[in-house]
């Protein structure tokens, strides 16, 4: 990810809303100590996001920085409506959220709701120190989910669209591949494929930005878009004067 808060922007904002609670009248003990919990708790589950994101502009400078090599860079445009998810718990195409009250608001939300679920336990006369842990448990596994949809307002430019698939420990494992990047190992599990029966991914435009020999890299994705059963897809250069 280029945000070097991805991981931990939205378990602060669940801890803050929890605070928020804490610094109000709570008459009832229980829910206190609910609230101090989720206000301090660290993340009680090791379950893994896998993302795959799409970005509305093809032709964004800041994206042509950012990804790439300097020697070449290509952008791919897909239809969206002709993308599938390729297990049945990866999320749909959804729209990141950089507004941060409207972030306050969901994981408020989320709070909420299991409060209320926290409230039923207890009625159910439940050994509360066991309860706890579980509701912790319970509120971050569906918090993961919301903090995988937020931003920081500092990449608002991207108006970036997600699918998410969320891997609980072992689960999963045999759809892993992995690739090699500047010698890190990085597992991944492809999310999307095309919705017809040959799989192709609906691929409506390749564009070429800031290579250093403009003609052979717009040839080279042409003679591979055709090699793979693209040949209808056409190839144009960028319109954003960066330099290779």
């Not at 926290?118 to 009625?123: G, P, S, V």
Request: with cysteine; hydrophobic share 40%; charged share 20%.
């Amino acid at each position: 990810m280029n945000d070097r808060t991805e991981f931990t922007y939205g378990f602060d904002l669940l801890r803050e809303s929890a605070r928020q609670r804490l610094s109000s009248v709570i008459t009832d003990e229980l829910d206190r100590r609910f609230y101090e919990a989720v206000a301090t708790m660290d993340p009680p589950i090791t379950a893994d996001l896998y993302l795959t994101c799409f970005c509305e502009e093809g032709d964004l400078l800041s994206q042509w920085r950012g990804y790439g090599a300097q020697d070449s860079r290509y952008c791919i445009q897909f239809d969206s409506a002709g993308l599938r998810g390729l297990h049945p718990t990866v999320s749909p195409l959804v729209q990141v959220i950089y507004n941060r009250t409207l972030q306050s608001e969901i994981v408020s939300d989320l709070l909420t709701r299991h409060v209320d679920g926290f409230a039923l336990l207890k009625a159910m006369a439940m050994d509360i120190e066991s309860v706890i842990p579980m509701a912790l448990w319970c509120i971050y596994t569906c918090a993961l989910l919301a903090f995988g949809m937020f931003k920081d307002w500092s990449f608002r430019e991207e108006r970036e669209w997600r699918a998410i698939l969320f891997v609980q420990p072992g689960e999963k494992t045999s759809d892993l591949d992995f690739a090699s990047a500047n010698g890190l190992v990085k597992p991944f599990i492809p999310l999307l494929s095309g919705t017809g029966t040959d799989k192709h991914l609906p691929i409506s435009l390749v564009i070429a930005g800031a290579p250093r020999v403009e003609a052979q890299a717009i040839k080279a994705a042409e003679l591979m878009l055709y090699k793979f059963g693209y040949a209808s897809v056409s190839v144009q250069r960028s319109n954003v004067p960066l330099s290779g």
